[in-house]
Nanobody
């Protein structure tokens, strides 16, 4: 079993920044492929960013490219999402997800590619 706990969400004005963290349990975190998704009310869960086991490969949704940065610290079993230049349309619940059977994935944007999920953290961007 893998547990994922997100933190760092909150209320921020448009143009501001937040850094989300996702702490993972498990001794083999360094082998997991990790992703961030978000879900706004009435919407499906959308891909935001993903990172390979080593951190050398990263992937982003077009809507966040150039504004968000995903990173990981395998020594701390933690993955991060740095969010800059936030917009009201970034408002959503943000979820951390782990793929424990691949170190990298070409289907990183599909929610069903991940087998463990966190409980989510709310991000609200005011205009």
């Amino acid at each position: 079993q893998v547990q994922l706990v997100e933190s760092g969400g909150g209320l921020v004005q448009a143009g501001g920044s937040l850094r989300l963290s996702c702490a993972a349990s498990g001794r083999t975190f360094s082998t997991y492929f990790m992703g961030w998704f978000r879900q706004a009310p009435g919407n499906e869960r959308d891909f935001v960013a993903a990172i390979s086991w080593s951190g050398t490969s990263t992937y982003y949704a077009d809507s966040v490219k150039g504004r968000f940065t995903i990173s990981r610290d395998n020594a701390k079993n933690t993955v991060y999402l740095q969010m800059n230049s936030l917009k009201p349309e970034d408002t959503a619940v943000y979820y951390c997800a782990a793929n424990t059977w691949r170190r990298n994935s070409g289907s990183y944007y599909r929610p069903n590619e991940y087998d463990y999920w966190g409980q989510g953290t709310q991000v609200t961007v005011s205009s």
